[in-house]
């Protein structure tokens, strides 16, 4: 399984930004995705998730009702719609697939198996 993110660059503080992640080599449909960041020194960080058919989210509380993850099970792409960004938000974001969890998805980044090259999101203030 291969994940291709794209959409990062430089916003200033309250912009938007949406990222997309291609997934290849697998089937989508089986898979939960999520988002993760990891800004310099510090941890890699969960950021949103969904599940295999979209019906379950879950968010970081430092991104509730500010970005959105949705998915495309058509065209295997998982999108992380980003608003009122904030200088904090600044990070490597990585997308993440989970293999074989149903009806939910995981905050865990050890329960994901395959994981993208990342996307550099930076946030002026």
């Known amino acids: 399984i291969q994940l291709i993110e794209s959409g990062g660059g430089l916003v200033q503080a309250g912009d938007s930004l949406r990222l997309s992640c291609a997934a290849s080599?697998?089937?989508?449909?089986?898979?939960?995705m999520g988002w993760f960041r990891q800004a310099p020194g510090k941890e890699r960080d969960f950021v949103a998730a969904?599940?295999?058919?979209?019906?379950?989210?879950t968010y970081a509380e430092s991104v509730k009702g500010r970005f959105t993850i949705a998915r495309d099970n058509g065209n295997a792409m998982v999108y992380l719609q980003m608003n009122s960004l904030k200088p904090a938000d600044a990070a490597v974001y990585y997308c993440?697939?989970?293999?074989?969890?149903?009806?939910?998805?995981?905050?865990?980044?050890?329960?994901?198996?395959?994981w993208g090259q990342g996307t550099q999101v930076t946030v002026s203030s």
């Open positions: 993440a697939a989970d293999v074989g969890r149903s009806a939910s998805a995981s905050a865990g980044s050890a329960d994901y198996d395959y």
């Open positions: 080599g697998g089937r989508f449909t089986l898979y939960a």
């Open positions: 969904i599940s295999r058919s979209g019906g379950y989210t």
